[in-house]
């Protein structure tokens, strides 16, 4: 098993950033790929960005494209998520996820993830 903790959210006016982290601990954090996703009030959970186990392959979703960057620190145990030009719509508690896959493969559906962190709240102000 894995242990999933998320930290950097908050409060930030429109246009701002944030980096969000997740850190893992239990079993080798490389053999996880690892995603973003976040739920707003009487919404479903939706993928955010996805990257892959060695960090070579991501995804992103339409929505965040050239806002937002995942990345991974596999030394570290810690995805990041930073997230650029906020926008009031960002508004939303974050969660990490992650799944033990081909080393290649990025899951896009949360039914895919094994393991879930707690959450973070991000709150975009206008």
């Known amino acids: 098993q894995v242990q999933l903790v998320e930290s950097g959210g908050g409060l930030v006016q429109a246009g701002g950033s944030l980096r969000l982290s997740c850190a893992a601990s239990g079993r080798p954090f490389s053999i996880y790929a690892m995603g973003w996703f976040r739920q707003a009030p009487g919404n479903e959970r939706a993928f955010v960005a996805g990257?892959?186990?060695?960090?070579?392959?991501?995804y992103y979703a339409d929505s965040v494209k050239g806002r937002f960057t995942i990345s991974r620190d596999n030394a570290k145990n810690t995805v990041y998520l930073q997230v650029n030009s906020l926008k009031p719509e960002d508004t939303a508690v974050y969660f990490c996820?992650?799944?033990?896959?081909?080393?290649?493969?990025?899951?896009?559906?949360?039914?895919?993830?094994?393991?879930w962190g707690q959450g973070t709240q991000v709150t975009v102000s206008s």
């Open positions: 996820a992650a799944d033990p896959v081909a080393p290649t493969y990025v899951p896009r559906h949360p039914k895919e993830y094994d393991y």
């Open positions: 990257i892959s186990r060695s960090g070579g392959t991501t």
